[in-house]
């Protein structure tokens, strides 16, 4: 089963100047809303797509597997993480 990872050199982490969370790469910055960002945090490369989900449902309610993985495939269309 693929699991999510953030590639190499790309780094999830707190702005406390823009007071949101950051992904920060070699060709940029982009700044995630709080779900996808959520979602980012969870992105070890251990935890499946359905533990992520299982996961995120602990925190909030509501969560869809299907709009986890909506987030993860715009995230890897980005280029900042991949499937392992």
């Known amino acids: ?7 190499n050199g790309v780094r999830l982490t707190y702005d406390r100047t823009r ?5 920060l ?9 709080a779900t996808a960002a959520a979602v980012l945090g969870l992105c070890d490369g ?3 797509v359905e533990e992520i989900t299982a996961s995120l449902g602990e925190r909030y309610s ?3 597997a299907q709009e986890v993985v909506d987030v993860l495939e715009k995230l ?3 280029q900042v993480l991949r499937w392992t």
């Open 62 to 64: 509501g969560v869809r």
């Open 1 to 7: 089963m693929a699991k999510p990872k953030l590639r």
């Open 46 to 48: 251990e935890a499946t």
């Open 19 to 23: 007071q949101t969370h950051v992904l």
């Open 25 to 33: 790469f070699p060709e940029g910055v982009l700044v995630p809303n």
């Open 76 to 78: 890897a269309d980005r």
